[in-house]
């Protein structure tokens, strides 16, 4: 289900009979034909377990199954949307920056303690930024929110990137991240996020920053 961007802050999505998708509560802004709107209490394919993850992070976002005939405009906040088309890989992102996806993608949550050991836990803790991400697999398209704009950059084993973690909006591919910083373990504990501290991912795949280090 390809969206189709209005402009920079809007999308416009085709829902077709036998399909549906998913959009954060409030996202809609109009929309033509014989659509409907349900409360989605399971967290999309992901299932109870998904949302149970994304409770426990403090990151709990309400979902909208949207189904029916017609062209749904989603927009939220004035925030810039960005459209990421997936063919097969898995999209990591923030759930609070989901705006809208194709109901075809494999939902589910992942643990960023799990790929940066003490240090991606550290990442929650310092810089506000959760401990879990949103997973999205499969074909399909998928609307992220941002602040002033995205850029995508590459990844490759040979130039690992260094993204502000307030900065950071998404990421696809075979990547690990960790948190990189100068200073000690000591000198972390008291401090608020800055650029001290970094996000390093390095593997093979794409990271999408935004041109701004203001949460949503």
Do not use: C
């Not at 993850?53 to 749904?72: C, H, I, K």
């Not at 240090?119 to 506000?128: C, D, E, I, K, S």
């Amino acid at each position: 289900m390809p969206f189709r961007e209005i402009n920079s802050k809007m999308v416009e999505a085709t829902v077709s009979p036998g399909q549906k998708m998913f959009s954060q509560r409030g996202a809609m802004l109009a929309y033509k034909g014989e659509v409907s709107f349900t409360p989605n209490i399971q967290g999309g394919q992901g299932g109870i377990m998904s949302m149970i993850g994304r409770r426990v992070a403090n990151e709990a976002t309400p979902l909208m199954t949207v189904e029916g005939s017609g062209t749904v405009m989603f927009g939220h906040g004035g925030h810039h949307i960005q459209v990421i088309n997936l063919q097969g890989d898995t999209l990591y992102v923030e759930a609070d920056r989901l705006l809208a996806f194709d109901g075809s993608l494999q939902q589910g949550t992942m643990f960023m303690g799990s790929q940066g050991g003490v240090m991606g836990m550290v990442r929650g803790q310092v810089t506000g930024q959760g401990l879990f991400a949103t997973t999205l697999k499969g074909h399909g398209a998928v609307a992220v929110m941002a602040h002033g704009g995205v850029i995508e950059l590459p990844i490759t084993p040979q130039r690992p990137v260094h993204v502000d973690p307030q900065a950071y909006v998404a990421h696809h591919g075979d990547v690990r991240n960790k948190l990189s910083t100068a200073l000690g373990w000591r000198d972390m504990v008291g401090r608020g996020s800055g650029e001290a501290f970094q996000l390093e991912l390095s593997g093979n795949g794409s990271v999408y920053v935004q041109a701004s280090e203001e949460k949503l």
